[in-house]
């Protein structure tokens, strides 16, 4: 997906002024939505908020956009812009029961295993490395590891600087750190 | 720059996402050309992002249902739409006469017809509750969530023939009505008269993508573990333009495409 997602790219020839249509608007943000919910929900769910949350901020987070695109504000890289508000709204919303990254004993643990099907070693070595890997997640840093979650979701530095209000170097440690600390957790 | 030491991960990083201008691109190219130690350094480095985005994609891989919360976000994006700039400046003077004029127009023209021409297919936008109070299966939420395939059925053209008779309609254009389910079968409607009605296309406003929009909200908030699944049965048993404003939060519905 293009980092540069744009009014006019949603819909060539469109750039949203005070005049625009708000029926257009209103297809420009739905398409958005279309392109951007899941990535902007995975990104949501890592800050440990229910489903209704989550749903709740995602509408806040679109009709935000409508409104932004409406008075005639900057329109380069949406995206970037989006997962903006959605960090901030999802900071505000989170509270008590975050979802920390830690490995639950329940009967979903199974369903989340790497291969479909692998024999009971392969599972067990899988499970270790898992759980290694998303303790060492849970451990890092909050801005460290809303870092990572953002460059999984696809962005990049600079707009990965924007969201969090970072330098751009302060992004590239970040992330060389945390890779580091995992890589050096599969070596074990 | 020159690298007569390892490159540090920082850098490595950089070069991977290509973040490095192109000269510094370039010097780190050819460090890695002679430098085994960096270059197993750089692939325990990808090995670490694919380990990372395997387990970020399972812990978090959450997916929306589908029209749902779309639809909430269109009914709401029509109410934003009506008063948004374009709206507000459109809405002057000049726009209230032309629609005062074009009502009238309509006004006049529906009771010419109604005068002329008694309407054939009469509309039929909420059912008839003595005819059809809904009826459900005796099925619980977690199988009413596993289903996988929600879209209605077919109700059987004698079934329909039957739906027509009940409602006085017999003689009408069945062309111009869908038979649905009051309760639709993803929240556990049985295939049983007292849950079909003939639902008017000509209902523009109230119509079946509306009640399908609402369908799927419901089951979402059925699934979910928000409302109880025969709550939502009563929901949209009891009056489903009424709980189509109350989950929508809208007194208009909208056109879904």
């Known amino acids: 997906m293009s980092s540069r997602l744009t009014v ?48 709740e901020i995602l509408q806040e987070v679109f009709l935000s956009l409508f409104q932004h695109l409406d008075r005639g504000k900057s329109q380069d890289n949406i995206r970037g812009w989006l997962f903006r508000v959605a960090h901030n709204l999802a900071l505000k919303r989170r509270y008590g029961t975050r979802r920390d990254l830690e490995v639950q004993a329940d009967s979903g643990a199974e369903d989340l295993a790497i291969d479909p099907a692998p024999n009971p070693e392969d599972q067990m070595v899988n499970d270790q490395m898992r759980q290694r890997l998303l303790a060492v997640v849970d451990a890092l840093p909050e801005q460290d590891r809303r870092c990572l979650f953002l460059r999984a979701e696809g962005l990049r530095y600079r707009e990965i600087a924007g969201i969090l209000d970072m330098s751009l170097g302060s992004v590239s440690i970040s992330l060389a750190r945390s890779l580091a600390r995992i890589a050096r957790s599969a070596e074990r | 720059m020159t690298f007569d030491e390892h490159l540090p991960d920082q850098r490595l990083l950089l070069d991977m996402e290509g973040e490095l201008s192109p000269q510094d691109a370039k010097l780190v190219r050819d460090h890695l050309a002679g430098c085994w130690k960096c270059r197993a350094r750089r692939q325990d480095l990808e090995h670490a992002i694919s380990g990372f985005v395997r387990v970020y994609q399972q812990e978090f891989g959450a997916e929306l249902p589908p029209a749902g919360p779309r639809a909430l976000l269109k009914a709401q994006l029509a109410q934003l739409s009506s008063t948004s700039s374009y709206a507000s400046w459109f809405s002057v003077p000049r726009a209230l006469t032309a629609a005062a004029l074009c009502g009238l127009l ?32 005796l099925v619980s939420r ?49 295939d049983d008269i007292h849950n079909l009605w003939p ?7 109230w119509n079946a993508q509306a009640k399908d929009a609402l369908e799927d909200r419901l089951r979402q ?36 495409q």
């Open chain 1, 8 to 55: 006019s790219t949603v819909l060539p020839g469109l750039r949203a002024t005070p005049a625009t249509d708000g029926n257009q608007l209103a297809e420009v943000v739905v398409t958005f939505f279309d392109q951007l919910r899941d990535p902007m929900l995975r990104y949501l769910s890592s800050f440990g908020l229910t489903p209704p949350d989550r749903e």
């Open chain 2, 106 to 137: 309509l006004f006049g023209l529906l009771l010419v017809r109604s005068i002329t021409q008694p309407p054939k297919t009469p509309v039929v936008s909420i059912p008839d509750s003595r005819l059809t109070p809904g009826a459900t299966l």
């Open chain 2, 142 to 190: 977690p199988a009413v969530c596993a289903q996988e395939n929600i879209k209605n059925k077919a109700v059987p053209v004698a079934l329909q023939r039957k739906v027509f008779e009940e409602y006085g309609i017999a003689g009408a254009d069945p062309r111009a009505y869908e038979v649905d389910y009051l309760v639709t079968p993803a929240l556990g409607g049985a």
């Open chain 2, 199 to 205: 639902h008017s296309y000509s209902a523009t406003v």
């Open chain 2, 221 to 256: 908030l059925v699934c979910d573990g928000n409302m109880d699944l025969a709550e939502a049965q009563r929901e949209i048993a009891s009056n489903w333009i009424a709980a189509y404003k109350k989950y929508f939060r809208t007194d208009n519905p909208l056109e879904l």
